[in-house]
């Protein structure tokens, strides 16, 4: 099983900006849809964006010219990360990165990812 290992959650005022890391290392899998999920408070998990082992990347339309993913393995350690600008309140939420040893077309449905990390928290304050 992999395991994903989250940094770079926090707390910032609407507008600013927030990087959030992943890794995961001896990932043997050479196509691979990777991404980035969040869950607020009484909401289901949804996706934020995902990238596939091309670096091809799709959003939700929420965060869409806001927040940009990207994904690279170095000696067999996959490194994702997630740069959020013009955060709004609403972004706030507990960030989860999941992996997928799967080629193909990437969703934005957490039921697809069956590799999860223990997730980073963000806050954003008006």
């Known amino acids: 099983q992999v395991q994903l290992v989250e940094s770079g959650g926090g707390s910032v005022q609407a507008g600013g900006s927030l990087r959030l890391s992943c890794s995961a290392s001896?990932?043997?899998?050479?196509?691979?849809?990777v991404g980035w999920f969040r869950q607020a408070p009484g909401k289901e998990r949804e996706g934020v964006a995902v990238?596939?082992?091309?670096?091809?990347?799709?959003?939700a339309d929420s965060v869409k010219d806001r927040f940009t993913i990207s994904q690279d393995i170095r000696k067999r350690t996959l490194f994702l990360d997630l740069q959020m600008n013009s955060l709004k309140p609403e972004d706030t939420a507990m960030y989860y990165c999941?992996?997928?040893?799967?080629?193909?077309?990437?969703?934005?449905?957490?039921?697809?990812?069956?590799?999860w990390g223990q997730g980073t928290q963000v806050t954003v304050s008006s």
């Open positions: 990238i596939d082992s091309d670096g091809f990347p799709s959003y």
């Open positions: 999941a992996a997928e040893g799967v080629g193909g077309y990437c969703s934005l449905e957490a039921y697809d990812y069956n590799d």
């Open positions: 001896a990932y043997t899998y050479s196509r691979y849809c």
